[in-house]
């Protein structure tokens, strides 16, 4: 069973519910509704009215529905840094190395965090020990706060309002945590802006790679060089029609704008490990360094504490 369990969800081994008992088996009606086809026309909204304005307490209605993603372990390692100070928002704008207006011009901004410093606390206060595993904290947080911003993210549109993640705070990352003074041990992985469309709802055209290149039955498999032509016309169909760029452009320039030897992301990869570095996450040990090899038997490491 997995160590990402939502909270209420039953262990392994008690559930004694009979078949007949589950509407999804049984045919019967389920009391959410069949959101397959609205998922699969959902788009990120890029302009948003900046006359509009969202009340604060839908968006804590928004944040505590995203609160009952699954988690590992229990831990829930993460935080949404509510930034509502323009000239902060300014500035972080900035440090996206702009481009990103919308930070500025939606209705609310949040910062999605890994949050291991609440887990060190927690533990303090019943004086345990805490120790930060640097790769596992990054990789583990990283999930648990990207599972919680979906969550925000469907209660949002489900409201009619938009929504545009903002990967760009990766391009000055360091900067960005102490612009909005973040503690050791929080670590900013993405923006998130909440607003009311200015065009009325999401209209970008936001193509995908076909289902066949991203489900693989029964083990990976590499593509076949059809598969990823097919890939190339699918999302070739954005150009024209999107903030990528226009008719004359192909989706190999945009692949290689963000891994190629001098993509975002080979330049990303230093100032990540720099703001791991300043948020705490090396403080135990670095990241080169191995785990511990006494850190607990062989049944500690894997039952995962699903609850």
């Given at each position: 069973?997995?160590?990402?369990?939502?909270?209420?969800?039953?262990?392994?081994?008690?559930?004694?519910?009979?078949?007949?008992?589950?509407?999804?088996?049984?045919?019967?009606?389920?009391?959410?509704?069949?959101?397959?086809?609205?998922?699969?026309?959902?788009?990120?909204?890029?302009?948003?009215?900046?006359d509009a304005e969202i009340p604060d307490d839908e968006v804590r209605?928004?944040?505590?529905?995203?609160?009952?993603?699954?988690?590992?372990?229990?831990?829930?390692?993460?935080?949404?840094?509510?930034?509502?100070?323009?000239?902060?928002?300014?500035?972080?704008?900035?440090?996206?190395?702009?481009?990103?207006?919308?930070?500025?011009?939606?209705?609310?901004?949040?910062?999605?965090?890994?949050?291991?410093?609440?887990?060190?606390?927690?533990?303090?206060?019943?004086?345990?020990?805490?120790?930060?595993?640097?790769?596992?904290?990054?990789?583990?947080?990283?999930?648990?706060?990207?599972?919680?911003?979906?969550?925000?993210?469907?209660?949002?549109?489900?409201?009619?309002?938009?929504?545009?993640?903002?990967?760009?705070?990766?391009?000055?990352?360091?900067?960005?945590?102490?612009?909005?003074?973040?503690?050791?041990?929080?670590?900013?992985?993405?923006?998130?802006?909440?607003?009311?469309?200015?065009?009325?709802?999401?209209?970008?055209?936001?193509?995908?790679?076909?289902?066949?290149?991203?489900?693989?039955?029964?083990?990976?498999?590499?593509?076949?060089?059809?598969?990823?032509?097919?890939?190339?016309?699918?999302?070739?169909?954005?150009?024209?029609?999107?903030?990528?760029?226009?008719?004359?452009?192909?989706?190999?320039?945009?692949?290689?704008?963000?891994?190629?030897?001098?993509?975002?992301?080979?330049?990303?990869?230093?100032?990540?490990?720099?703001a791991l570095r300043q948020q705490g996450f090396f403080e135990a040990?670095?990241?080169?360094?191995?785990?511990?090899?006494?850190?607990?038997?062989?049944?500690?490491?894997?039952?995962?504490?699903?609850?």
């Open positions: 069973m997995s160590d990402r369990t939502p909270a209420g969800g039953d262990r392994a081994g008690t559930d004694r519910t009979s078949r007949t008992d589950r509407p999804a088996l049984a045919a019967a009606v389920a009391e959410v509704p069949d959101l397959a086809p609205w998922l699969a026309r959902r788009a990120t909204v890029r302009q948003f009215d900046t209605a928004m944040v505590d529905a995203g609160r009952k993603a699954p988690t590992s372990g229990t831990t829930q390692m993460y935080s949404f840094v509510w930034i509502r100070d323009p000239d902060r928002r300014e500035r972080i704008h900035e440090l996206c190395s702009r481009g990103t207006v919308q930070v500025e011009e939606a209705s609310h901004f949040l910062l999605v965090c890994i949050d291991l410093r609440r887990i060190r606390l927690l533990l303090e206060h019943r004086d345990r020990e805490f120790r930060t595993a640097p790769a596992m904290g990054l990789l583990e947080g990283a999930i648990d706060a990207s599972l919680a911003a979906m969550g925000v993210m469907l209660a949002a549109e489900s409201r009619g309002y938009g929504v545009c993640p903002i990967g760009n705070i990766l391009n000055n990352l360091t900067a960005v945590a102490a612009t909005t003074d973040l503690p050791s041990g929080v670590l900013p992985i993405f923006g998130l802006c909440l607003g009311v469309p200015r065009h009325g709802e999401a209209t970008e055209h936001a193509p995908r790679v076909p289902l066949d290149a991203v489900l693989h039955e029964g083990g990976y498999r590499d593509a076949t060089d059809d598969q990823l032509d097919a890939c190339y016309d699918a999302m070739n169909e954005m150009y024209g029609d999107s903030v990528y760029g226009d008719d004359r452009r192909e989706w190999q320039e945009t692949l290689e704008r963000y891994w190629g030897p001098n993509g975002f992301m080979n330049r990303r990869e230093g100032e990540l490990l720099d040990r670095g990241i080169d360094e191995p785990a511990d090899t006494d850190a607990g038997t062989d049944a500690d490491r894997n039952t995962g504490g699903a609850v």
